[in-house]
């Protein structure tokens, strides 16, 4: 069991490892983006302790400060899961450092032989102390990333939404109350090593897998505060929300704000000076569009369309041609234009050139 558990914490680490790459090479990026690629950083730091046991004495003081973030930045990844307007503000940073500092004090005691000025007794006293005022930011940052998926929870929230909130609550949850709760706090001399080793391993696997959906799937998908607004039925409230949306597409259409990689519900609103909720309920109540991505990606593409038309030499590469359409990289631009046009964007433009090369046959005076 000892083997398999490691072979499954060395795949967590390659993949967290992966997934701070993929977010690194981004040229947008999202605070929940960055959030989650910090707490990949903890648990690579984490998994590679717990795989190899012993590292250089180089390295080993920088995976403990950084297998921190694992636990703090979690509870950053969740505000960025379940929050309209998520801002990180000092308070939040006051919480992370909390975390890190006391690792941070105790490297940098150890580092300078502070055993010499204070004894062993006295460095054992001071490194109780440091990390137990670390456990307790780190139980509480837990309860607060448990909040998280808590809060504004809502019957009336889409069946997705309401999807996402249990998978990440189970998750978590199972994950948390197994390793901290039953292993760290409890009798673990009940168990046996190699199964609380598989044990820990699975909870961790579990966590960064539904965690990691919920990112990729929320960078997808904004969370839209339309689900906890009050229910508007009214012929006024339709009238006033079909008003609000065409006014909606005449800026978006006049300002070319599609064209910006990085526009958002929430900026959006700002923008036009209106809450995130109207702006939501605008566009899917008033326009009868499916969600705000569609909408915007519609013009998107018609922009794109009309690149991939002209010379190549002009518009360059299909990369060119995303960025310059408001796509912040290439891949979700190839998804949206196969799936609005049913080709790829290399398919379409190569069509528009042979079909340009073509050759026009006048047709022949009739003869006489």
Known sequence: MLEVANAIKFAICIAAIASILIVVSRRQRSGLQIAWACFCTGLAAVMVREVFGSTPAALTPLLIVAGCASCSCIWLVARGLFRTDVRFGWPQALVVSGIF???VLVQLLTAASAERVFGVAGMEAITAATYGFQGMLSSTVLVLAFWEGLRGWTQSAPVAERRLRVAFLGSFGLGVGICVMLLDHGDSTRFDPALMALLQAGCAATIFLVTGFGVVWRSRNPLLAAGRQPHTSSEADKRADQELGEYIRARVEADALYLDPDLKVA???????????????????GLGERNFNRFINRYRINHAKDLLRANPQDTGSILDVALDSGFASIGPFNRAFKESVGMTPREYRNGRIRQAARPVHLPQPASR
């Open 267 to 285: 900026t959006l609103a700002r923008h036009l000076r209106e809450p995130d909720y109207r702006i939501s309920r605008a566009i899917t109540a």
């Open 101 to 103: 500092l006391p690792a």
